[in-house]
T-cell receptor
């Protein structure tokens, strides 16, 4: 079946450090891939997405590249800020109009 | 993108009571979903809310416990019935157009059962 595996947290970084959160997936066909972010006390917001192999999604300094050969969609940011502290969820959709499948989430804590 | 308003944003309820959560979308959407997020956990799909017919529930969730309504293409409710402390979670609604893969979420309802 379809599934998403992302690295366990929490991830604790100092401001301006480099961030990588690993995400791998299992799916049939060619899923769309997403990163969502959940700030404390809020719902989920779409951070970025990629719909086909080798696509790079980017937003707010975050990037992720859809790697079909390694079935991965790792999230990266070159210089994190305190305001990036949140829970990050990797997700996939294998078919239009169907519910997303989420990873377990990775908590990021950035200190100044 | 459709903007979703969900209410209440939080509530503290007595065990044995029921709470109805409302989800309003500012435009017509084909698909609406309800998720549960237990403390420190990921999102688990409860059901797909079908317009004009019974919701489609995922394994482990039943209509008697989580009745869902969807009277039109912009509104849905989820009721958490006969609550126990184990129902303390964040409940989120989500919408999606049938031809899309990108989903949008309400701000969630943080439920505490005492």
């Amino acid at each position: 079946g379809n599934s998403v595996t992302q690295m366990e947290g929490p991830v604790t970084l100092s401001e301006e450090a480099f961030l990588t959160i690993n995400c791998t997936y299992t799916a049939t066909g060619y899923p769309s891939l997403f990163w969502y972010v959940q700030y404390p006390g809020e719902g989920l917001q779409l951070l970025l997405k990629a719909t086909k192999a080798d696509d790079k999604g980017s937003n707010k300094g975050f990037e992720a590249t859809y790697r079909k050969e390694t079935t991965s969609f790792h999230l990266e940011k070159g210089s994190v800020q305190v305001s990036d502290s949140a829970v990050y969820f990797c997700a996939l959709s294998n078919q239009a109009g169907t519910a997303l499948i989420f990873g377990k989430g990775t908590t990021l804590s950035v200190s100044s | 993108s459709a903007v979703i308003s969900q209410k209440p944003s939080r509530d503290i309820c007595q065990r044995g009571t029921s709470l109805t959560i409302q989800c309003q979308v500012d435009s017509q959407v084909t698909m609406m979903f309800w998720y549960r997020q237990q403390p420190g956990q990921s999102l688990t799909l409860i059901a797909t809310a079908n317009q004009g017919s019974e919701a489609t529930y995922e394994s482990g969730f039943v209509i008697d416990k989580f009745p869902i309504s969807r009277p039109n293409l912009t509104f849905s409710t989820l009721t958490v019935s006969n609550m126990s402390p184990e129902d303390s979670s964040i409940y989120l609604c989500s919408d999606l157009q049938e031809a899309d893969t990108e989903a949008f979420f309400g701000q969630g309802t943080r439920l505490t059962v005492v």
